[in-house]
């Protein structure tokens, strides 16, 4: 009832339609338009650079764009792929086997990296310990996190997502022309909310959505990791691979684990203690934070 189906003209001056008053109207002319966009030599850059933000780097080269953007043309990477336009399996491919996301030398370039997502820190807990629920209705229930550190699944405030792709907050970032669009809901307040959250995970689970102490609605498995506590070395180097990629630095391996080696570690409940305070202050480092 409210779709125009007169003519319409196209980015590249094109026309389609006019089209008929039914479904198949609507469709063919949604469709169209679609296709329309999946072939417009602005979409492969403009994908590309979108989802390289998201997995790897905020700031990727030319050549970075370049590459990913000729793998959603030509639908392969490296020999793999359909071979189809827009083969997103080959774009992902391209965006994480590339040189400038493994490079271990770039970690020393300023511009490189990127400010993860406050959800996917959250859940980089949930999954690296394998959180367990006893409710059965088949997902976590993560009450308003949109309320804790502005991010939850589909609650968008915009058609835009959560923050815009050439967001650059004042300070150095700015002044050296870069950008950085996940700061755009890092502030004052999520800053402290979100390792908040991930600290109530570790200690006490999921709450429900009233609350409560006492009462989880997900909890971590830290099996494996107690039998790691006794010995502070093991359990960072566990720590360490699960949470950090290999990338927690000296000085603040030092820290952890003199806190740690404070702690003591004869009983099953010490050993839990150890863990829950390693997790908890490995939450607090740059390299947890910033993907470099």
């Known amino acids: 009832e409210w779709h125009d189906l007169s003519q319409k003209t196209l980015l590249d001056g094109s026309t389609q339609g006019p089209f008929p008053e039914t479904e198949a109207g609507v469709r063919a002319d949604v469709d169209g338009l679609l296709d329309h966009l999946h072939n417009h030599p602005n979409t492969p850059p403009f994908i590309a650079r979108n989802l390289i933000q998201r997995f790897t780097v905020s700031n990727p080269s030319p050549q970075y764009i370049f590459d ?37 030398a770039l970690a020393f370039d300023a511009a490189h990296g990127k400010l993860r997502e406050p959800h996917t820190r959250l859940l980089n807990y949930a ?34 997502s959560f923050y815009l792709p050439d967001y650059q907050p004042l300070g150095s970032i700015l002044d050296r022309n870069l950008v950085a669009p996940e700061f755009q809901i890092h502030n004052d307040t999520t800053a402290l909310s979100l390792p908040n959250a991930i600290y109530t995970l570790i200690y006490e689970g999921i709450a429900d959505d009233i609350g409560q102490r006492g009462y989880s609605q997900g909890d971590l498995d830290l099996t494996y990791e107690k039998t790691l506590a006794a010995d502070s070395g093991l359990l960072l180097d566990h720590l360490d691979t699960m949470l950090t990629a290999g990338r927690l630095t000296t000085a603040n391996r030092a820290t952890i684990a003199g806190v740690i080696d404070a702690m003591p570690g004869g009983s099953d409940a010490e050993l839990e203690a150890r863990v829950r305070r390693a997790l908890w202050l490995f939450a607090l480092t740059p390299e947890f934070n910033v993907i470099y």
């Not at 020999?79 to 400038?100: C, F, M, N, Q």
């Not at 394998?130 to 991010?151: A, C, D, N, R």
Request: hydrophobic fraction near 40%; charge should be negative.
């Open 127 to 160: 999954r690296a310990f394998e959180i367990t629920s006893p409710q059965t209705y088949g997902f976590f229930p993560f009450y308003k996190l949109e309320q804790v550190f502005g991010q939850a699944p589909y609650e968008y405030p915009s058609v835009f």
């Open 68 to 104: 990913v953007a000729q793998a959603f043309i030509d639908g392969t990477y490296n020999g793999t792929g359909s071979g189809i336009r827009g083969d997103l399996g080959a774009v992902i491919k391209a965006i994480l086997l590339h040189p400038e996301a493994r490079e271990s």
